[in-house]
């Protein structure tokens, strides 16, 4: 069974620009969840979909912000880049909404740089 | 607010020198507690879910166990393909939380 795929793995931008980050998940779920780790925060939440519907949203900006398709596969944008965006974004799928019962299951990631 | 701090940092082990990776945490009503094995270059990868004090759960070398406020990676013999960062995890509470992570220990172990 394919894992997490995310893409692209690596990418560097310019202040200001805008990037967007893509994710298929594990075949069979239906719940998309993206995460943000970098070095001095570790690993904080984004945003979570299900059915195509946003059901959770971390702490981030309004720069910030996703979607899911009918599939299950899902895209985050991030406009107006800063350099302090730059991280390494994960992506997780699970077989139903929420984290009490069902674990993440994460991509390898896409790298972004901000320059 | 609801905290997951994990201890050491970091930890240097010869192979076959056993030890515990420790993970504390400050979550009212915990509804799960996950680990997480992270290697470099790559996205966390799920080992597992501890749900009530008392609980253990084996893998290979690693055994996790839990308690009303903390939970232990231990670690049997290990050897170098060991290696990695060492991630826990909890439900958070409070609204715009989903897992709530600790900063992980990395652990190191030389042949």
């Known amino acids: 069974k394919a894992g997490v795929t995310q893409t692209p793995r690596y990418l560097i931008k310019t202040r200001g620009q805008q990037v967007t980050l893509s994710c298929s998940p594990i075949?069979?779920?239906?719940?998309v969840s993206w995460y943000q780790q970098t070095p001095g925060q570790g690993l904080q939440f984004l945003f979570e979909y299900f059915s195509e519907t946003q059901r959770n949203k971390g702490n981030f900006p309004g720069r910030f912000s996703g979607r899911q398709f009918s599939n299950s596969r899902s895209e985050m944008n991030v406009s107006t880049l800063e350099l302090g965006d730059s991280a390494l974004y994960l992506c997780a799928s699970s077989l139903v909404v929420g984290t009490d019962n069902s674990p993440l299951h994460f991509g390898n990631g896409t790298r972004l740089t901000v320059t | 607010e609801d905290q997951v701090t994990q201890s050491p940092e970091a930890l240097r082990l010869q192979e076959g020198e056993s030890s515990s990776l420790n993970c504390s945490y400050t979550v009212s009503g915990l509804r799960g507690l996950f680990w997480y094995r992270q290697d470099p270059g790559k996205g966390p990868e799920f080992l597992f879910t501890l749900y009530s004090a008392g609980e253990e759960k084996e893998k290979e070398r690693l055994k996790a166990t839990l308690t009303k406020k903390e939970s232990f990676l231990h670690i049997t013999a290990p050897k170098p393909e060991d290696s990695a960062t060492y991630l826990c995890a909890a439900p958070g509470n409070q609204a715009g939380t989903a897992l709530i992570f600790g900063k992980g220990t990395t652990l190191s172990v030389s042949s």
């Open positions: 075949s069979g779920h239906r719940s």
